[in-house]
């Protein structure tokens, strides 16, 4: 299984197990800075320390999540979030990303997780992965949150999305003392009211997933503790990319939550 982020080993960043931040020639390469792996050949960087051997019981399909979705949700949002037995979630964004890290917040034993989401399939989608509420985005969203955290709002509020709306929807969500982890690429500015989180010591997080759980977590899905299959809707041949492409693009209508592509 590659890896979406590649490592160097050598460099202060890699020791430390932060390979995202990869100073000697890593980080996120593939599809980045070269040509990512949605081809029948492609040439690896760094393959000793940046791909792993499954075992029998992992799947190729199953292996998919482990390369980005599953060590980015887990990593970026529920670990940086610092999410704790008894607390609550909120994940904003029913995506592949956000469906991710309502399984791996599951491990933590959170006694809410809220899913938030445009799409009606999506948030039917998140009550399938194990969130106690799905709701869409709209005037009564906060309220609804609000009412049913005692009035506090969650103590971890996960950005999936990466939109100006979804950051701002989860510094709303937020409680006092609680934290912000954002997971979503933005490609446009977000406003930070600090005028009204300044005071409510709320911790902002950020990140680029570093993949230094991977280990980890393929070992739960080899354990089976992972439904991975659950998150590929839709699978395609190489030949049949832009049917696939046009399939995830319309997923509020086609119900797509992760399209997979295969060499046949």
Known sequence: MLSCISSCGRCDYCRAGRYGQCRGGGGWILGHLIDGVQAEYVRVPFADTSTYRLPQSVTDEAALLLADVLPTAYEVGVLSGRVSPGQSVAVVGAGPIGLAAITTAKLLSPSLIVAIDEARTRCDAAKS????????????CVEQVMAATDGLGVDVAIEAVGTPAAFELCTKLVRPGGHVAN????????TLHLEDLWIKDVTITTGLVDTSSTTTLLKMT???????????????????????????????????????????
């Open 129 to 140: 992965f194990g969130a106690d509420i799905s709701i869409e985005p709209d005037e009564q």
């Open 183 to 190: 997971i979503g690429v933005h490609g446009r500015p977000a």
């Open 222 to 264: 080899a354990a089976g503790r992972f439904d991975t299959g659950a998150f590929i809707t839709h699978r395609f041949g190489l030949d049949e990319m832009q049917e696939a492409y046009d399939v995830f693009a319309r997923s509020a209508e086609t119900g797509a939550l992760k399209v997979a592509l295969f060499r046949k």
